[in-house]
């Protein structure tokens, strides 16, 4: 008899930097979630100190390395019940908006969609002035209208729940959770 694993969250990792430890530590909270990588985040990570090998060892990690994004197609198949995509960078937003997938999180972002999977997006950019830890120093960004722009738009799409703090991030997936916990009770 084949054994239905139980479905699991998607995280996808961005090129972002922006409250990156807290959102790792937020993932370590989580049953059952499976990481995944962009280039950027792969190269951000490193950045920030903390080695892909040690995720790895923690939880299952995808990166994007090849074109077609083949493990998207996990959330064909009822593997996954939520998307979540956090930090979220700028250039990850505006395609999410534009309905660009050209990288491994915004093609499961599309697909998630086309599936009527939820996703909460941890949006960067989403103040007009933002303070973030950068590599050894702390620093002040004022992201341009177009980038409060689309995250004001991705509010707007359907299965899409946006995250404008670390704590509404939270707020979100502990709302998710109890959703998926009544639901199959």
Same mark, same amino acid.
């Given at each position: 008899?084949? !054994? ?9 990792? /961005?090129?972002?930097? =922006? ?13 059952? !979630?499976?990481?995944?990588? /962009?280039? *950027? *985040? ?22 994007? =390395? ?12 009822? =593997? ?49 002035? !933002?303070? /973030? ?17 689309? /995250? ?19 707020? *979100? ?13």
């Amino acid at each position: 008899m084949l !054994v239905q694993e139980t479905p699991r969250i998607a995280w996808g990792l /961005t090129g972002s930097g =922006h409250y990156l430890r807290e959102s790792l530590e937020i993932i370590e909270t989580l049953p059952d !979630v499976d990481l995944f990588v /962009t280039r *950027a *985040a792969a190269e951000v990570l490193g950045m920030y100190g903390i080695p892909l090998k040690s995720l790895r060892e923690r939880m299952r990690v995808f990166q994007d =390395h090849t074109a077609s994004s083949v493990p998207v197609g996990f959330l064909y198949s009822g =593997h996954y019940h939520t998307l979540i995509i956090g930090p979220a960078t700028s250039n990850t937003v505006a395609k999410c908006v534009a309905g660009i997938s050209d990288t491994l999180v915004t093609n499961l972002y599309a697909q998630a969609g086309k599936c009527r999977i939820p996703s909460i997006v941890f949006a960067c950019d989403c103040e007009p002035t !933002v303070i /973030t830890e950068a590599p050894g120093q702390t620093v002040t960004l004022y992201p341009r209208p177009i980038d409060l722009e689309n /995250t004001e738009r991705l509010k707007r799409f359907p299965y899409t729940e946006v995250a404008e703090s670390i704590e509404a991030l939270k707020s *979100a997936i502990d709302q998710r959770m109890t959703c998926l916990s009544t639901s199959s009770s």
